[in-house]
Structure formats: structure tokens, C-alpha cells
């Protein structure tokens, strides 16, 4: 595999008040990284660990204008009908707000955190009993099957069992969260906000894991992002991701 995946980033106006909210929702620790990035990940948390993905929250003065849902969101585990509906009691507390996305009745509980990303607090689902309190990163796709080909060699992880309809990937060391790809008739028409970042291991070569994923069906990416030490693509449906240096 050229690369694994280590970390989800989403784009924040407010990048401080975004990672309090989300580290205290999931009781995770704040790692200032830099450059006005923060992480969020478990407390005693070895990064690039797969038993957690990180939140990275980056700042962006001008986030793309939220027009639709996003198509990348959290799934939150949760043990019990108790623990779901006190969760989400706590989550509203911290500033979530009720998001209709269109969901109709189900047993889960669509909410947006302080900037209006979309997240659901899951019914209690024995297959998500070892994952923490995220379940799964639940990726819109056009063609779950045929993008599931370019994801497995992008993140390295293999074919989970945790959706009925769709393709589900885990980590070979068969702990944290999933990655769903579910299928959606909704066009992707602005950057996303939320995107996954992959990186080779130590003593690999980027450049050559780059030429792996085009070779793949990537292709470079344009984001206004400059001169940057990782390189910016998108995969074969369009959804930026990006691939960083070694770690």
C-alpha cells in the first residue's frame, strides 16, 4: 500500500472553539499542532495510532459557503438507548443543534456542531461496541464499489462488515472506526469541508505514493493551498484528500 490513513481535517472558521466542542463531545484530549491547526484525539494517544483517527481542525478565513450537507460526516457510537439520549442531551448543551437532512423518522439522531457540520448520535449497534466514540467516517459516493477499490489502496485498510448496503473499510489491525462508503445521488459542487489525509510510513517515498494514487485514478487538486510540504488530489468521483509526508 503507498499509503494509510492518519487523520480526518475539517476547515473551521473558528478552529479553537471547534476542537473544545468536539473534545469535549467525545472526551479527547487538544493538541495545539501549529500554524493555528489543532488536533483532537484521545488522551495517552500515540499518533499515527489506527485505534483512534484524529481531528485536525484548520483555520479558514473564508470557508466555502454551506449550501448542502456535507459529504463526509461522523458517526458516534453509543452503548445504550440511555447513553444515546443522554448523549445527545449533552451534545446540545455544548452548542449541536437538530439538522434535517432529510432523514424522516430513523434511530438515529442527525445534529450539527457549532459550524453546521452534520454527525449522528447512532442507536446502540453491537458492531460498533470496540471502535470509541466514533463508529464510523461515512463518505457520500456515487459508486460505492468502484471507489472502494482506490480507497482500500489509499488508506490501506481492508473490507469491513459494519453496513448492509455500501462498502465498509477497517483497519488491518481490526480496531477504531470504520470508513462507510455510502451511496448518494447528491453532486458534489464545492470543496469539501471535511476531507481524510493519508501518509506513507517512515523511509517511504511520498512522490512515489503520489504516482501510485494517480496511477489509481487520482488526480492533483487545486485548493489555493501553494507551496505545501503535502501533496493535494482528488480522488476518482472528485473528493479532495491529501497526502502528507512520512510518519
Request: charged letters at 20%; glycine letters at 8%; proline letters at 10%.
Amino acid at each position: 500500500m503507498p499509503t494509510r490513513l492518519v487523520q480526518l481535517v475539517v476547515d473551521a472558521a473558528d478552529p479553537d472553539r471547534l476542537a473544545r466542542f468536539w473534545a469535549t463531545a467525545l472526551s479527547w484530549a487538544i493538541v495545539p499542532s501549529g500554524g493555528g491547526d489543532i488536533d483532537v484525539w484521545p488522551r495517552g494517544y500515540r499518533y499515527p495510532d489506527p485505534v483512534a483517527l484524529p481531528l485536525t481542525f484548520v483555520p479558514v478565513a473564508e470557508p466555502e459557503p454551506k449550501t448542502t450537507k456535507n459529504r463526509i460526516h461522523l458517526d458516534l457510537a453509543t452503548q445504550s438507548e440511555e447513553h444515546q439520549t443522554g448523549l445527545v442531551a449533552r451534545l446540545v448543551t455544548l452548542g449541536a443543534t437538530p439538522a434535517d437532512i432529510g432523514q424522516g423518522r430513523t434511530p438515529w439522531q442527525v445534529l450539527a456542531d457549532p459550524e453546521g457540520n452534520e454527525f449522528c448520535v447512532l442507536e446502540p449497534r453491537p458492531v460498533y461496541a470496540d471502535t470509541g466514540p466514533i463508529a464510523a467516517v461515512v463518505a457520500d459516493c456515487a459508486n460505492p464499489e468502484a471507489i472502494a477499490v482506490f480507497w482500500r489502496l489509499a488508506t490501506g485498510w481492508v473490507p469491513g462488515d459494519s453496513v448492509a448496503a455500501g462498502v465498509s473499510l477497517r483497519s488491518p489491525a481490526g480496531t477504531g472506526p470504520y470508513l462507510e462508503l455510502l451511496r448518494s445521488a447528491d453532486a458534489k459542487t464545492v470543496k469539501n469541508r471535511v476531507h481524510l489525509e493519508v501518509a506513507p510510513e517512515h523511509g517511504e517515498d511520498q512522490a512515489a505514493a503520489v504516482r501510485k494514487l494517480i496511477e489509481a485514478g487520482a488526480v492533483p487538486a487545486d485548493i489555493g493551498q501553494g507551496e505545501v510540504p503535502w501533496s493535494v488530489l482528488a480522488d476518482p468521483e472528485g473528493s479532495e484528500f491529501c497526502v502528507l509526508t512520512p510518519r
